[in-house]
T-cell receptor, first 113, second 114 residues
Framework: GEDVEQSLFLSVREGDSSVINCTYT??????LYWYKQEPGAGLQLLTY?????DMKQDQRLTVLLNKKDKHLSLRIADTQTGDSAIYFC?????????????FGQGTTLQVKP | DVKVTQSSRYLVKRTGEKVFLECVQD?????MFWYRQDPGLGLRLIYF???????EKGDIPEGYSVSREKKERFSLILESASTNQTSMYLC?????????????FGEGSRLTVL
């Protein structure tokens, strides 16, 4: 079945860049997403990329998609303490209107001052 | 402001009790979902619904049931709670077709079963 994998933990210093990686198995994925979960809260969409794109940039965020290797990454430039959270990668298969997403395990980003 | 509201943020129940988790969305979305979140396992889909009175099993439906009598409300039911159902439960909704398929999440319901 479909699977999405992420490493569980990343620690960086404030001001550094963070790179969170994700691999997925479903080659028919149409959209891939990055969600952010702050402590005690639900998930909020951070950014997404359509499967026919290689890269998407949004202010401090850069998403890179390598469809051949089924690899997605999220780069956060100039990481701040407010970026400390759990980041989930998710993919949407080509299952039309079911709308369900498959999520990875989540990567906890710790930003040290 | 779009919203998915989960009625209980924290619940403590005893083994064998029946548990209802309620979720309401105000975005007129057709799709609604219940996920379970556990550390190291991410989010796993329990059930989803694409229309009133329609439901589909997700990846881990055992021990759970759902109800969708109205478009805006999707309930998760634990008929007889067990300790291995201690978890964070997240409700989400989305609109089919068009757009980017974004799921909108509630704040979560943290359930402890003693």
């Amino acid at each position: 079945g479909e699977d999405v994998e992420q490493s569980l933990f990343l620690s960086v210093r404030e001001g550094d860049s963070s790179v969170i990686n994700c691999t997925y198995t479903d080659s028919s994925s149409t959209y891939l997403y990055w969600y952010k979960q702050e402590p005690g809260a639900g998930l909020q969409l951070l950014t997404y990329i359509f499967s026919n794109m290689d890269m998407k940039q949004d202010q401090r965020l850069t998403v890179l998609l390598n469809k051949k290797d089924k690899h997605l990454s999220l780069r956060i430039a100039d990481t701040q303490t407010g970026d400390s959270a759990i980041y989930f990668c998710a993919e949407r298969g080509d299952e039309s209107n079911t709308g369900k997403l498959i999520f990875g395990q989540g990567t906890t980003l710790q930003v040290k001052p | 402001d779009v919203k998915v509201t989960q009625s209980s943020r924290y619940l403590v129940k005893r083994t064998g009790e029946k548990v209802f988790l309620e979720c309401v969305q105000d975005m007129d979305h057709e799709n609604m979902f219940w996920y379970r979140q556990d550390p190291g396992l991410g989010l796993r889909l329990i059930y989803f619904s694409y229309d009133v009175k329609m439901k589909e099993k997700g990846d881990i439906p055992e021990g759970y049931s759902v109800s969708r009598e109205k478009k805006e409300r999707f309930s998760l039911i634990l008929e007889s709670a067990s300790t291995n159902q201690t978890s964070m439960y997240l409700c989400a909704s989305s609109s089919p077709g068009g757009g980017n398929g974004e799921l909108f999440f509630g704040e979560g319901s943290r359930l402890t079963v003693l």
